[in-house]
């Protein structure tokens, strides 16, 4: 599901930065969905009328990399694309983000208690209920391949209020009160 939400974070991340005409998107292209991936950010691009500036990262070196072009460009926001490498590489990139002023939507809340700015993601806890529930239905003799499969319907939004003052950004009350979890 995190692939399909690159529009919606694209939204959010454009209601913090208004004045953001691009806005980069780091990727990695050695990701099995990195197409499609790209492709949803690249709609949501569209019907905002944003300009989105694909970069490519599957190495540590590679981050640094796209980090220097972002701010060579001065492009002052950016979407993170879904990937386990990146999460591995989370303070790397929150501390470049946070020393080039960049704001960046993360896909998940552990970017932002990090020191990230904010994220929207499929709600942890509700998916580990909605995976109890099908445990359960198993354990009381439901077959597997009967069950449907399942998408997220709860998602968190988490945005760090900190983070948005040393970059200079102003969090309206609106999205203050629709976020799940304002760490200050």
């Known amino acids: 599901m995190s ?3 690159g529009a919606k974070r694209l939204e959010l991340l454009r209601e913090l930065v208004p004045a953001a005409t691009s806005v980069g998107f780091l990727a990695n292209p050695t990701r099995l969905s990195f197409r499609s991936e790209v492709k949803n950010a ?3 691009a569209q ?11 599957s190495t540590e070196a590679e981050i640094d990399t796209a980090f220097a072009e972002l701010s060579r460009q001065r492009i ?5 694309g879904t990937d386990v490498f990146f999460l591995t590489r989370r303070d790397q990139i ?3 983000a946070n020393r080039l002023r960049i704001a960046t ?3 998940l809340r552990e970017y932002v208690l990090a020191g990230g700015l904010i994220s929207y993601a499929p709600s942890i806890a509700e998916v580990f209920r909605q995976a109890g529930i099908y445990v359960a ?8 391949t009967d069950l449907p499969v399942l998408q997220p319907t709860k998602f968190d939004l988490v945005l760090n209020l900190k983070t948005a ?4 950004l102003t969090v309206s009350n609106q999205m203050q009160l629709l976020a799940n979890e304002v760490i200050e």
Do not use: D, R, S, T
């Open 76 to 80: 002052a926001a950016l979407l993170l």
């Open 137 to 144: 239905k198993i354990l009381k003799g439901a077959k597997p």
């Open 47 to 57: 019907a905002l009328g944003v300009k989105l500036i694909i970069l490519n990262a």
């Open 3 to 5: 692939n399909e939400l």
């Open 105 to 107: 939507m993360y896909n």
């Open 165 to 168: 003052k040393a970059l200079g």
């Open 94 to 96: 929150v501390a470049l």
């Open 42 to 44: 690249q709609q949501g």
